[in-house]
């Protein structure tokens, strides 16, 4: 659940800091004091899209931090993406002057998106036009997949129509264009087989080079070597002759001064090295032959490499790599031409999105009747007492959304005939019904705070009693905080705040007060009787919140 949001700079909020507790909290205020500040404020910590407009004016950069206290259904989220699993859970947002937006979880630098995922885990924000979407076939749609449950199978079926498009696209290309493709697969053919027949070893080309620049160059080794050799072992004037004169010299010398330890070390490792240098000249000389034939084969084969990159247009060494990538083309071409087993592929995708999209419209039928009669329910209490509220399903051409279509049917009065919402809800009902399925959908979340900003617009009186009654109820189970501007709504609040905006200067701020008991006196009576509070608006209020 939510414990703290702090707000600084942010729209006409210099700065605030907000402690929140279980059950159903109501913030009220006057009409653009800033109520909705709060809720915009949390949706940027919670990774919503923010630009330089959030800033106060001349305020060098918003920040606003968010501190939860984690469920224990996000465990496995925090540990799959090391984050700390304690107690606190901090979401910070910073957009600057310039700008420029930063998110951070438990202070560690994180993508927008990845915030965004967290928070659409810990809140879930019922907006005050949430009633407007409901018109959309698409939100009434993903409402019911989300009633239900059936969000991720609803994603299988997108995915499985996908791989079915894509596998009757290639069936259709191999069936259209065979012409086409058995000219590309002959040249890759001709062209692999050429190098085919060259047989280029990968490395092969590297190993050449070497070996051609020894054997062109064997007399220029051989009489080199020599030479370096009676350097090292002349028995006139050699460097190991004068390394071992050296080495008895100061061995001599060392009886009467071991300061000289150390340059005897120095020339006695000298010494072994020269021994060891000699031993190996020795070897290579050995080993060392001209070979003309030999020469005449590395220039044989390296002209055959040469020309057939000139042929291809690439470096010698690198015609391994393109002898594989035409094999793994011509592959590829041969596997695109196979029509059976493109029909069988096109075949066995059509069958697993018509078992997932049969899942899904068993599914969605299922909650399509719970949810028509919940909301039936609610209505009789929202001032609609003999509507009707029906889910219907209708057969369509398979999609990626499934093989039938949603639509909301409303019947607004007893022995009306239900028809879509957008063609017979009013303003008023149309809200009412909005707020009926937030709070059923809501009840079955598994987020632990659910925000409601001014969802109960266009509903008054005994009906804005009800409101205020299912939202104390979903308090029971959830976190709720609700902007409002109702009494009848805000009296049945277990915490009150009061949002105020006042001049500073030339400034306009918005302030967020913890109302006590007096204090909520007042306020319901304002929210009552408006700007003028009488003794009887205050006896009303002091009635409202006593029941």
Not at 139 to 167: I, M, N, Y
Request: charge should be negative; proline fraction near 3%; glycine fraction near 8%.
């Amino acid at each position: 659940m939510l414990r703290t949001l702090h707000i600084r700079d942010f729209v006409i909020v210099d700065e605030a800091e907000l402690h929140f507790e279980p059950g159903f909290t109501v913030f009220s205020g006057e009409t653009g004091a800033g109520k909705s500040i709060l809720v915009d404020a949390l949706s940027l910590a919670l990774g919503a899209r923010g630009d330089v407009t959030v800033l106060r004016e001349g305020a060098a950069r918003a920040d606003i931090t968010a501190v939860f206290e984690p469920p224990r259904a996000l465990r496995g989220w925090l540990e799959d993406h090391e984050f700390d699993t304690d107690d606190t859970l901090v979401l910070r947002r910073v957009i600057d002057s310039q700008g420029r937006s930063r998110a951070f979880i438990n202070g560690l630098p994180v993508a927008l998106g990845q915030l965004r995922e967290l928070g659409e885990q810990l809140v879930d924000i019922h907006g005050q036009h949430a009633h407007q979407s409901l018109l959309k076939p698409a939100s009434q749609r993903e409402l019911l997949d989300a009633q239900g449950g059936h969000t991720d199978l609803s994603r299988q079926v997108q995915q499985a129509w996908h791989t079915w498009q894509q596998a009757r696209k290639a069936l259709d290309d191999a069936l259209q264009n065979a012409a086409a493709l058995e000219e590309e697969r002959e040249r890759l053919a001709w062209r692999l087989g050429e190098l085919e027949r060259l047989a280029l070893a990968p490395g092969e080309w590297e190993a050449l080079s070497n070996e051609h620049n020894r054997l062109a160059h064997g007399q220029a080794l051989l009489d080199g070597a020599a030479q370096t050799l009676a350097a090292l072992d002349d028995e006139n004037g050699s460097a190991r002759q004068a390394l071992n004169t050296a080495a008895h010299h100061l061995q001599q010398l060392l009886r009467h001064d071991a300061q000289l330890q150390g340059i005897y070390d120095a020339i006695d490792s000298a010494r072994i090295s020269a021994d060891e240098a000699v031993s190996d000249l020795n070897s290579y000389l050995d080993r060392l032959e001209l070979e003309p034939d030999r020469l005449a084969q590395a220039e044989q084969r390296m002209t055959a490499i040469f020309e057939m990159a000139r042929k291809f247009n690439i470096e010698p060494a690198e015609l391994p790599a393109l002898q594989q990538d035409l094999a793994n083309k011509l592959n590829a071409s041969q596997a695109a031409a196979d029509t059976t087993a493109l029909q069988k592929n096109a075949d066995a995708a059509q069958t697993q999105y018509s078992q997932l999209a049969e899942r899904l419209s068993q599914a969605r039928h299922k909650t399509g009747k719970a949810l028509s009669k919940r909301v039936t329910q609610a209505m009789q209490t929202l001032a609609m007492q003999g509507g009707r509220f029906n889910v219907t399903l209708s057969s369509c051409a398979p999609g990626p959304h499934g093989s039938e279509s949603v639509e909301f049917l409303v019947a607004g009065h007893a022995g009306t005939t239900p028809r879509p919402l957008a063609k017979v809800a009013s303003g008023g009902e149309l809200a009412r019904i909005s707020l009926a399925l937030s709070v059923i959908a809501s009840q079955a979340a598994r987020v632990p705070t659910l925000i409601f900003d001014e969802v109960d617009t266009g509903v008054g009186g005994a009906v804005a009693e009800v409101v205020g009654r299912l939202l104390r109820e979903l308090g029971e189970r959830h976190q709720v905080l609700c902007v409002t501007h109702l009494p009848q709504v805000a009296a049945r609040g277990m915490h009150h705040y009061e949002v105020r905006k006042s001049m500073t200067g030339d400034s306009t701020l918005s302030q967020i007060a913890f109302l006590d008991e007096a204090g909520r006196v007042n306020e319901v009576a304002r929210m009552l009787g408006g700007l003028k509070i009488t003794a009887t608006t205050r006896k009303h209020a002091r009635e409202m919140l006593a029941s």
